[in-house]
């Protein structure tokens, strides 16, 4: 069992950055694919970055590439999203999620996932 708890939300104004962290309560993140996303009421869980469990493969979404970077410290049982040039489209709650295989761009493909941690974006 896996247990995931997100970190580093908050309120920033557009152009500034955040850092996520998720990091694992119980088990471990060495062997997983790991991935975040985003969702914002009435819409569906969005994907935003994915990893392997090497932290050499990743995947970001569309509308983060460029933007966004994620990586894992194993040795420490977490991975980060490094966000940059935040605009007001991407405030949502922000999920980190993990499963037994490689990462996927599906929410539905993961078994673990944490509480999630909103990050709000102003204009």
């Known amino acids: 069992q896996v247990q995931l708890v997100e970190s580093g939300g908050g309120l920033v104004q557009a152009g500034g950055s955040l850092r996520l962290s998720c990091a694992a309560s119980e088990g471990t993140l060495s062997l997983l694919g790991m991935g975040w996303f985003r969702q914002v009421p009435g819409n569906d869980r969005e994907f935003v970055a994915g990893?392997?469990?090497?932290?050499?493969?990743?995947e970001y979404g569309a509308s983060v590439k460029g933007r966004f970077t994620v990586s894992r410290d194993n040795a420490r049982k977490a991975i980060h999203l490094q966000m940059n040039s935040l605009q007001p489209e991407d405030t949502a709650v922000y999920y980190c999620?993990?499963?037994?295989?490689?990462?996927?761009?599906?929410?539905?493909?993961?078994?673990?996932w944490g509480q999630g941690t909103q990050v709000t974006v102003s204009s």
């Open positions: 999620s993990a499963r037994a295989t490689t990462y996927s761009t599906r929410p539905g493909d993961y078994v673990f």
């Open positions: 990893i392997d469990w090497s932290g050499i493969s990743t």
